[in-house]
DNA sequence: CACTTGACCTGTCCGC
DNA sequence: TGCGGACAGGTCAAGT
């Protein structure tokens, strides 16, 4: 499911709604959905506080006070929900969760604070997982070694992607920007987004584009990351936020799930294809495959 | 090496 | 209504 906007988007709530508190207990209803040894459970999880909440890419990592981390990744459907104490919650608190009560059949790691409130792990694919390893070896695994460069920050530009590209020549340029070695945090959807903002179709191969259209992707990734962002992220089924709510950005979506609508640019229909065995939306008319 | 395909899972939707 | 197949926001291990 969530690409960065949104997983970046349950960073800012769960940091508000997490930090500093104290670590009780940990319920596992799926092994498989949570790495970590007993003993350092025992050791490193029970009776440590939260320290920070950051994200790198498409994951979440969660400080702990004893130098041990919870890493986090959501793939396709997962969804990390914080709930408050059951006093509070049903004390005429406006309740505006899309989901229900928790746990339900999809929640795979519960963690529970010291005040009693707790923080789900839902995931009704079992694709993501919660991993607790010492924070200062993070940076030690393979998806961090290998990941690029973060698309929200000033230094990344046209000149960044273009040498991340280079090793590309030869993969379409949908299949490149997706591939979280080449810029972190790129999924199917601002995938999509962002090569028609682009005027870039998405079969294009990398080495048939010219430097100033790598420019022009650059800004476009930048506009829609950033749009999504600041409307809390998309939601097209499972995504919610650390509140349980959806986020809202493709209500304005150009590509994404619109095929046969007009294109916002041009009123052409929107076409859907499979491209890289995923679901591609496109606009004929501005994203003409011409080049070479 | 670069690139593509299948696998991991559950649920939903669509056509017959 | 039932059933099979395709598809769903990600990544990794295999294959070519």
Redesign the pocket.
């Given at each position: 499911?969530?690409?960065l906007p949104?997983v970046e988007s349950v960073r800012r709530g769960l940091a508000d709604l997490i930090l500093t508190k104290k670590i009780k207990s940990i319920t596992i209803d799926n092994p498989?959905s949570f790495h970590g040894l007993k003993s350092e459970i025992k050791q490193f999880l029970i009776g440590a506080s939260i320290t920070a909440v950051r994200r790198r890419?498409?994951?979440l990592m969660i400080d702990l006070s004893t130098n041990y981390s919870l890493i986090i990744?959501?793939?396709?459907?997962g969804q990390l929900v914080y709930r408050g104490n059951d006093s509070s919650w049903g004390a005429g608190h406006p309740n505006d969760s899309l989901i229900g009560n928790l746990p339900d059949?999809?929640t795979r790691v519960t963690i529970i604070f010291d005040d009693k409130s707790k923080l789900f792990f839902n995931d009704?694919?079992?694709?993501g997982w919660v991993k607790l390893m010492p924070t200062a070896l993070i940076n030690e695994?393979?998806?961090m070694q290998?990941v690029g460069p973060e698309p929200l920050t000033k230094n990344f530009d046209g000149q960044v992607l273009w040498q991340r590209l280079r090793?590309?020549?030869?993969?379409?340029i949908k299949?490149?920007i997706?591939?979280?070695?080449v810029l972190a945090?790129?999924?199917?959807?601002?995938?999509d987004e962002s090569l028609l903002l682009a005027k870039i179709h998405p079969a294009t191969?990398?080495?048939d584009l010219s430097k100033a259209q790598i420019k022009i992707l650059t800004k476009t990734i930048k506009l829609v990351l950033q749009k999504s962002v600041d409307a809390g992220?998309?939601?097209?089924?499972?995504?919610?936020d650390a509140e349980g709510k959806r986020?809202d950005y493709l209500s304005g979506a150009y590509a994404?799930?619109r095929q046969g609508k007009p294109c916002r640019v041009c009123q052409t229909p929107i076409e859907?294809i499979?491209l890289?065995?995923?679901?591609?939306y496109f606009c004929p008319n501005c994203q003409k495959f011409d080049k070479i």
């Amino acid at each position: 499911m969530p690409e960065l906007p949104e997983v970046e988007s349950v960073r800012r709530g769960l940091a508000d709604l997490i930090l500093t508190k104290k670590i009780k207990s940990i319920t596992i209803d799926n092994p498989k959905s949570f790495h970590g040894l007993k003993s350092e459970i025992k050791q490193f999880l029970i009776g440590a506080s939260i320290t920070a909440v950051r994200r790198r890419a498409k994951v979440l990592m969660i400080d702990l006070s004893t130098n041990y981390s919870l890493i986090i990744h959501l793939k396709m459907t997962g969804q990390l929900v914080y709930r408050g104490n059951d006093s509070s919650w049903g004390a005429g608190h406006p309740n505006d969760s899309l989901i229900g009560n928790l746990p339900d059949r999809s929640t795979r790691v519960t963690i529970i604070f010291d005040d009693k409130s707790k923080l789900f792990f839902n995931d009704q694919r079992k694709f993501g997982w919660v991993k607790l390893m010492p924070t200062a070896l993070i940076n030690e695994l393979p998806f961090m070694q290998k990941v690029g460069p973060e698309p929200l920050t000033k230094n990344f530009d046209g000149q960044v992607l273009w040498q991340r590209l280079r090793r590309k020549q030869r993969s379409k340029i949908k299949a490149a920007i997706l591939d979280q070695s080449v810029l972190a945090g790129i999924g199917n959807i601002y995938a999509d987004e962002s090569l028609l903002l682009a005027k870039i179709h998405p079969a294009t191969l990398v080495g048939d584009l010219s430097k100033a259209q790598i420019k022009i992707l650059t800004k476009t990734i930048k506009l829609v990351l950033q749009k999504s962002v600041d409307a809390g992220g998309s939601s097209s089924r499972n995504y919610v936020d650390a509140e349980g709510k959806r986020g809202d950005y493709l209500s304005g979506a150009y590509a994404y799930k619109r095929q046969g609508k007009p294109c916002r640019v041009c009123q052409t229909p929107i076409e859907k294809i499979k491209l890289v065995g995923r679901g591609t939306y496109f606009c004929p008319n501005c994203q003409k495959f011409d080049k070479i």
